[in-house]
């Protein structure tokens, strides 16, 4: 009786065993990015760079009134030219610095990393979706700034006087930002106190780079090609009246007097479209790949 009841035992039908199943990298990757890009829309650092954009341009919209007659007299070409084209770089590293500095960093000064590592995620996950999320808070502020610009045009010259020249240099910009952000993120992978980094990527983008292109154009006299903040020339490059669409920089060549009847010539470069445009991808994937390295080889503690 025993043996028959656990022969019938054994033939019933038992329920699937159900194995946890981890999700993927990709839906890792837009979970972590989604939460990330939360973070940062709600955090001070967020309002704070929306209310330097915002300062920005009401200073810009106070200046164009104020001189209305020399800046809005030019076409809508020159208005676009000076303004996008000389100020969406710096935007663009405000941007960079706030939200990319210490992404990396600070996984490991707030011990983040270290919980977050003993879950069966991917170091490249964590990495990739900060720098999306870090991307798509940059765009929200980028495009802030270009907002105010259209405004102040559509004001002056109507909605129909945008050139064709504001689509390729907002493309530019953000390819831009794509290789700024990179940038930021590799020196971002190198330390592990925040203050570390973003204070070394501030330093860099607002003052050490730049430095670094005029010594180079100045004492070496070449063109500092090198430099990631030469490729942002670009970006302005294509409102120019001939505009260089190649690889090859613009060389421009100022006599300055330096005394009765004396006069040293200066030489500058701006980087052809193409040419920035290479600069930037080629700095996106060098610091990416590189950033994630060190990344990988950390060791939380």
Not at 101 to 129: C, H, W
């Amino acid at each position: 009786m025993a043996a028959h009841e656990a022969s019938a035992v054994a033939k019933l039908p038992t329920a699937p065993r159900t194995r946890l199943q981890v999700p993927g990298s990709v839906n890792q990757v837009l979970k972590l990015t989604r939460a990330q890009f939360g973070e940062y829309l709600s955090s001070r650092r967020f309002v704070i760079l929306v209310g330097i954009v915002i300062a920005i341009g009401g200073i810009l919209t106070a200046v164009v009134a104020y001189f209305r007659s020399s800046l809005v007299s030019s076409s809508s070409l020159a208005f676009y030219g000076s303004l996008w084209g000389g100020a969406a770089g710096f935007v663009i590293v405000l941007a960079a610095v706030f939200f990319g500095g210490d992404a990396i960093a600070g996984e490991f000064q707030n011990k983040t990393g270290y919980f977050l590592m003993g879950l069966p995620i991917r170091r490249s996950v964590v990495y990739v979706g900060k720098y999306i999320a870090a991307l798509l808070a940059s765009l929200c502020v980028l495009f802030l700034f270009l907002v105010i610009l259209l405004a102040n045009g559509a004001y002056y010259y109507g909605g129909n006087a945008l050139p064709w020249q504001l689509l390729p240099s907002v493309l530019l910009a953000v390819v831009y930002l794509f290789a700024v952000l990179g940038t930021t993120f590799l020196f971002s992978s190198l330390f592990k106190t925040s203050a570390y980094g973003f204070v070394l990527t501030a330093i860099l983008f607002l003052f050490g780079f730049t430095l670094l292109q005029d010594l180079v154009q100045g004492l070496v006299k070449m063109e500092p090609w090198m430099v990631i903040s030469y490729a942002s020339s670009a970006i302005g490059e294509v409102f120019a009246p001939t505009v260089n669409w190649g690889l090859g920089g613009t060389i421009v060549s100022t006599r300055i007097p330096t005394g009765p009847g004396r006069f040293d010539t200066v030489t500058s470069y701006t980087s052809g479209v193409a040419e920035g445009l290479a600069i930037m991808l080629a700095y996106f994937l060098i610091t990416g790949v590189v950033g994630l390295l060190l990344f990988e080889k950390e060791e939380f503690a």
